[in-house]
């Protein structure tokens, strides 16, 4: 991934994706914002007990930054679980403006509607964005371990197959930044969960305890997933930058015990 500063923003890109003018793509950081702390400063969520005006005001100033419009703005209600929600053209601008107007309850979403911009909202959880240039289609998914165990990568190039026709041999994907296996310590019964969903390979766990924890590798796992989907490895780009080791940078739940901002990763067909 490269950083990009524009005025008090701080941006960083997939260096795969740019190579496409069709379309635009983001990981926003929590620098150059309005909100006060522990929210401090560009918080783009609306659901973590920010100031509402705040959050607008950082939502403006990030997409402007941009040149996106923030009535194409797409947003969904998060829960940690597996469904990726098609977006039409009446769903453009869901949640762009508030959290009571976002897409109930999915944690992925996929479009080949121009100008609809789909965000999703982390503090450590995993952002994976996609995008098959041959279709014309692009999509974000929000894995953290959860979603990650209800394969929700592989269930997005699902989406992209069945009901795009999309080859996963065409599909570009960008792993974003999140929550690294140094700091991702899980209980025992995860593990088991873990073991069952990927079988004991020490590639997903790792530092494992005497009473059963471990270390879960999410950039591994997800990887892993959208290899098996068919995406070729050559096809996807993972930042590598864990956002527990880096909350200067990124919001991470972890690091401050829950409560923070959230940072955005997005795509849009322009």
Not at 102 to 122: H, Q
């Amino acid at each position: 991934m490269i950083e990009k500063k524009s005025d008090s923003l701080c941006i960083w890109f997939f260096e795969n994706f740019l190579k496409y003018e069709a379309i635009g793509h983001f990981i926003s950081t929590r620098i150059g914002g309005h909100s006060s702390p522990p929210y401090d400063s560009l918080n783009l969520s609306f659901n973590v007990g920010d100031d509402p005006e705040k959050v607008l005001k950082n939502r403006t100033l990030f997409f402007e930054t941009l040149g996106v419009p923030l009535s194409s703005l797409t947003t969904a209600k998060q829960i940690h679980e597996g469904h990726v929600k098609i977006v039409s053209e009446g769903l453009r601008g869901k949640g762009s403006t508030d959290y009571k107007g976002a897409i109930n309850a999915t944690d992925a979403m996929v479009t080949n509607v121009p100008g609809t911009c789909l965000m999703i909202l982390l503090a450590d959880c995993v952002p994976i964005l996609f995008y098959d240039p041959s279709k014309m289609v692009i999509g974000v998914a929000h894995a953290g371990w959860r979603g990650t165990l209800q394969r929700i990568a592989q269930k997005t190039v699902v989406v992209f197959q069945q009901h795009f026709g999309c080859s996963p041999q065409d599909i570009l994907a960008g792993i974003g930044p999140s929550i690294g296996p140094c700091c991702c310590e899980v209980g025992r019964e995860v593990v088991s969960h873990i073991e069952h969903v990927f079988g004991a390979e020490q590639e997903c766990i790792s530092r494992e305890s005497a009473d059963g924890k471990g270390h879960f590798d999410l950039w591994t796992a997800n990887l892993k997933q959208l290899t098996q989907a068919g995406i070729p490895k050559k096809n996807i780009e993972t930042s590598k930058t864990c956002t527990c080791d880096h909350s200067d940078l990124f919001f991470s739940y972890r690091h401050k015990r829950g409560q923070t901002g959230r940072f955005g990763a997005g795509i849009v067909i322009r």
